[in-house]
Structures are given as C-alpha cells and as structure tokens.
T-cell receptor
C-alpha cells in the first residue's frame, strides 16, 4: 500500500539527548513536511523540503535539524537545543507538481509522540 | 504573514443533526487554497474537503460542505446528518498558491467536535 510511515510511534528522550524521528513515503511525492502539534495550538511547521538535497526552515525550526538525501525519506532530529520538545510530531508529503489533481493536498503520516523524561 | 483562526475550541452536536464549524483567515493574496482536516482520536490527519479560492462555487463532499466567503475571508464547514464517527478535532488550513511558499499549510487552532447519541 502507498502511504507515509513514521517511526517510532512513541519516543522518550532524556535531557541533553538528540533523537531522530523517521519519516518514509512511497507515494513518489516531491515535497515533504514536518509539523509539531501541541494542545490548543494546532499544527506548526518545523521544516519542509520541496526536492532532494534541499530544505527550508519553517516557523519553529530552532532546535531541530533535517536531511533529505533520498526522495522517500525526510528524518527529523530533535537536538538538545530544543528546550521543550515534548509534543506530537507529524510528517506529511505532497506531490508538489502542478497539474497533478492532488498536487495541493498534503498526506499525513500517523505521527510520533515524543516525551522528555 | 497569513493567519488562520478558529474561534470555537469545542462544539457539540446531536446525532443526525447539522453543525457548522467556523474559520476565518487573513491574507493579502488573491489565489490560495483552503482545507478542512479531521483528526480523530487515532490522531491520523484526514482531509475532509478543499476549496480553491478562484472558484466561486462552494465545495461539497457527501455530508460535508463549505461556505466560502472570499471577501469576508471566512471558510466554514457544515456537517449534515452528523454521525458518531464524525467526533474528532477539526482543523482549518490555508495554503498559498505562490510557488515560493513551498506548499506549506498554515493551520488554525482546531475545534473539538463531540457527537451525542
């Protein structure tokens, strides 16, 4: 089945640790996104990538890093510089190609719940 | 910068009745897309309906329809014949049509909808 997978489902981090959240898609989508969800605040954009080997900061990029070495993968690293990382993290992808009927639609993965111990 | 506002943190509806969720947005752009996403307790984001700003006709998807008022920058979601499975968090989202915006979504804070049997 085509879709987006995120792993792990639950992740625990100790103070001072870096952790990496995985996001993989087999939809052949060009664009990929990372969002953070906190209670009462909706989703906020962390980073996004429109093509391989290129990515841009979103609204809350501080304390996070990403890479886009392959079209299907867009891992997010939560560094120790992120002071309040406890949240639900959602990865999404989009065709990114005008003319495709769903090109302006984003498809979401199931999410990763990160908790700081 | 664009903003999206959902002024109803919680809404409740009786099963089989109709409910309307409100969304307003602020933008200086003339071409954009608007979306309603549903997030059930599983936390999987599901696209409910989308509207292209250049289209005057309101979008409909089965029991879901929107009232798009471009001049008023309003985008409400109407759910008819509400079902227990409609209970979820609903997010309104904005996407610029400008290519340099990367296709990112800007979300409102969400409205928690409960359905009473």
């Amino acid at each position: 089945d085509g879709g987006i997978t995120q792993s792990p489902k639950y992740l625990f981090r100790k103070e001072g640790q870096n952790v990496t959240l995985s996001c993989e898609q087999n939809l052949n989508h060009d664009a990929m996104y990372w969002y953070r969800q906190d209670p009462g605040q909706g989703l906020r954009l962390i980073y996004y990538s429109q093509i391989v080997n290129d990515f841009q900061k979103g609204d809350i990029a501080e304390g996070y890093s990403v890479s886009r070495e392959k079209k299907e993968s867009f891992p997010l690293t939560v560094t120790s510089a992120q002071k309040n990382p406890t949240a639900f993290y959602l990865c999404a992808s989009s065709p990114g190609v005008a003319g495709v009927p769903s090109y302006n639609e984003q498809f979401f993965g199931p999410g990763t719940r990160l908790t700081v111990l | 910068a664009q903003t999206v506002t959902q002024s109803q943190p919680e809404m409740s509806v009786q099963e089989a009745e109709t409910v309307t969720l409100s969304c307003t947005y602020d933008t200086s752009e003339s071409d954009y897309y608007l979306f309603w996403y549903k997030q059930p307790p599983s936390r999987q984001m599901i696209l409910v309906i989308r509207q292209e700003a250049y289209k005057q006709q309101n979008a409909t998807e089965n029991r879901f329809s929107v009232n798009f008022q471009k001049a008023a920058k309003s985008f409400s979601l109407k759910i008819s014949d509400s079902q227990l499975g409609d209970a979820a968090m609903y997010f309104c989202a904005y996407r610029s049509a400008q290519g340099n915006q990367g296709g990112k979504l800007i979300f409102g804070q969400g409205t928690e909808l409960s359905v009473k049997p």
